[in-house]
């Protein structure tokens, strides 16, 4: 069966740095594509980050490009969202899906399995 948990959100201050996990399991985590996707309250959920693993790219959206850095530790089949300099816009709900293949775009096309989610708050 198929699982992403996410971990790692919480309450950071404007200009501060948070890391959010994705452990994975239950599919071939070297042939799956990882995305990174958030939900602001009121608004729709859009992709930020996109992992292809060794065998493509990663994409970041260009509201986070030289903040965000996705990496992925194979052994743990688990996949990391380094967050910088956050901003209160960033604030949402974070989901990390799975989908077979790699990346196209920094939003994950039609992910097959989807985690729960875990909120970051960027307010002082």
């Known amino acids: 069966q198929p699982q992403l948990v996410e971990s790692g959100g919480g309450l950071v201050q404007p200009g501060g740095s948070l890391r959010v996990s994705c452990a994975t399991s239950?599919?071939?985590?070297?042939?799956?594509?990882i995305g990174w996707f958030r939900q602001a309250p009121g608004k729709e959920r859009e992709g930020v980050v996109c992992?292809?693993?060794?065998?493509?790219?990663?994409y970041y959206a260009a509201s986070v490009k030289g903040r965000f850095a996705v990496s992925r530790d194979n052994a743990q089949n688990t996949v990391y969202l380094e967050m910088n300099n956050l901003k209160p816009e960033d604030t949402g709900v974070y989901y990390c899906?799975?989908?077979?293949?790699?990346?196209?775009?920094?939003?994950?096309?039609?992910?097959?399995?989807w985690g729960q989610g875990t909120l970051v708050t960027v307010s002082s």
């Open positions: 899906a799975a989908g077979p293949g790699i990346c196209a775009s920094y939003s994950l096309y039609e992910p097959d399995h």
């Open positions: 239950g599919f071939d985590f070297d042939y799956y594509a």
């Open positions: 992992s292809s693993g060794e065998y493509g790219d990663n």
